[in-house]
């Protein structure tokens, strides 16, 4: 864990050699002065060296106005097409071959093994140092000797029908062991059994359970039956806890993993196609994560040895009921055994049923109740986060990080080992740079993450690990979960200031097929995923990064800048998770003979992530564009003009200071890349201190004491919002909420008024990092 502490010793070689005053050198006696004279001569020949150090460390390329020799030199201009040739698909495919022979779930032996495997494949590569960081946090696995299931129960309460306890195995071309994969189950489920009537609540969003409420339903009693999508498995869970259900049980219907509309009927289900078969189950975390504490026991600080527990009763997070998910076989059972009143026609799915609330079955049925049996442990057991490194040449001090998690629910053919297996050929390219002989001019950190589907453990214990050292020193974080799901377009996430280096990348990378839409991958992208649709000179859409993977941390807690890649499907389709998502079914067969057969979208990715990586690593001034950032906050001043302004009126609440504090910060954003870009660099301290500010502005929008209800949750922008809208995440939420109270609407408007001047304040503070030196602005 020490070894990210990366050695300084560079610097200190660079040290200028110092000369004594002149006028020392009367008082000495003769025979001091040979010994002085020797010394000068020892002191001018390691001057000398330095010097000759300097030289050949830039490749011979010296800086001549300056003499400052490296430290000033732009990354080496044949690195970037050298590094994307290094890419190579079947070396890619021969490692998601590796990681896809036995399930690695976290904290079992099959994840640390592969944890193993890629500290030695990044030794290998030529990396540095490659160490193992594990941490003591709380999982959650289903007891092997008790199958959890859902049952339908006659008058006598003996089971009519009972679901099926795993996806059966399947004849694969190239085989794949799916009785290996962990059975379906609930991870942080409660073990119980509860019996009950049946209700159905759609997706289980909090406009699901009102409508139900509108319509009379009851919650509190009965047991829960909900579609997977839209919302969080934890928070659908959550609603039906704080309403007094039994517990919960989940299904993926064909209308969210075989799609919509007159297509859909075509569509060839996996082990052919793409799209889910009713025997899929998807498995995932229940936890209630909106907090972004991290690990449930260990809240906000690292599951380390010494660190002090929670009881798992205090544990904010943990469900108290259980839930089970199924798929959509096992779901046609319940569903149309149900009675009550029919389904509003929005929360009909796709099976052939009439889709029924319910409460309880049909009279005219022999079913009379359903039966929801969870046997679920939770236990603490180790995790293992594995870090690589490549020592800067420069600014070994700064870190360009990659991650990705190496833990899977199933074989990981999809989530996360395409990814993984992007990320180890980006370090075999790097590692083949280093030894020809190339530094970048910062580190690289490459990052294996553990236990990332239980909740984002394994990158979350290592940021709380590392905080302070990570805030001052890590310029941006590169994410890849799944690479590869589908190969229609990509989407990106990034930090604002973080696209155009990212854009930049993707005009260099190669669309790995033949496309109408252009050669490169910018092209396509910006034309299947236009940022304005029907703009022919739109560019690239470029989301902000939420939360969903393992940039949360970086992004939330400490203000790093981030971004998120995947190829992803075509969305018109009705499908946003993709269909074998957490099912057995995720296999290598799946990307050798249905995604990517040739391995050559996961070779883009590669090569993408690789660029965008190299050109923040290597660039003598960061290629960050702060006007970005002014582009995206001015947005969210529109939005809540436009969504509130005549509610904010008739409060007497003005805009006016806000107002204020974007125009400045909008205005200095612009200055500040106007000189950036036509500065001529001849100090390196000069370079330090842009990049510094640059590096540092996001952290300016951190609030220590947190977003409004989540305390860990701390980026004062970039926090997801809990009512859909496209401001400013605590003043929206809390606007929205003053709007809609029916209760105490005073105490509401004065929190509207307080997360008005805490982003304005905010606003303002991150527009002084890039102006202020006598602290008077
Ligand atoms: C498949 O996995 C199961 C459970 O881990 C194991 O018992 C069995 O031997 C495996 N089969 C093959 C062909 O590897
Ligand atoms: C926490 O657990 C300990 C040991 O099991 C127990 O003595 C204590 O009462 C628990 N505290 C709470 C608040 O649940
Ligand atoms: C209705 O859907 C179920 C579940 O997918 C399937 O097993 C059954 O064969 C279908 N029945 C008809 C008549 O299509
Ligand atoms: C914006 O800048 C102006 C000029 O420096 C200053 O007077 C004003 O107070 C600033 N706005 C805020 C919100 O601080
Ligand atoms: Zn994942």
Redesign the pocket.
Known sequence: MEDIQLKESEYKSDDPVRFKDGSEHSTLSPRFKVLLLAAVCVVFGLVVGVLIGFFSRSGGQVSEETGFGGLLTEGESWVPEALMSEVDPSRIERYLRKLTEKPHLAGTEGSYALAEYVRQTWLEQGLDTAHVAPYHVLLSYPDPDKPSYVALLDSNDDEMFRTAPREPSLDLDPPANISSVVPPFAAYSPSGIVEGELVYVNYGRTSDFARLETMNIPVAGKIIIARYGKTARGRKLRRCQVRGALGLIVYSDPADTVGTGPAASGRPLYPEGWFGPGTAVQRGHYLYTGGGQGEPLTPGYPAKDYMFRLNESESEPLPTIPAYPIGYNDAWHLLSAMGGPDAPSSWRGGLNITYRLGPGLQASGRARKVRLNVNVNRQVRPIHNVIGVIRGRVEPDRYVLLGNHRDAWNLGGVDPSSGTSSLLEVSHAFGAMVKRGWRPRRSLVFCSWDAEEYGIHGSFEWVEDFGKILTERAVAYLNVDMAVRATYSLRGRASPQLAPVLLEAAKKVPWPVSAPEGKTMYDVWRKRTPEVEGDPDTKPRVDLPRSGSDFTPFVHRLGIPSIDLAFFQDTSMGIWDYPLYHTAYATFHLQKKIIDPDFVFHRAMSQLWAETARSLADSLILPFRLSEYGAVIGGMLEDLESRYGSQLVARGISLD??T??V??FTTVVETFDAEIAGAKITDPFVARMYNDQLMQLERAFIDPQGIPGRKFYRHTIMASRLYSSATFPALGDAIYQAVNNNGDTEGAWRNAQKQLSII??T??SA?NTLIAIDLT?
């Open positions: 200071w806000l204020s504090a125009n400045n304005t304040f606003i303002q527009a602005s």
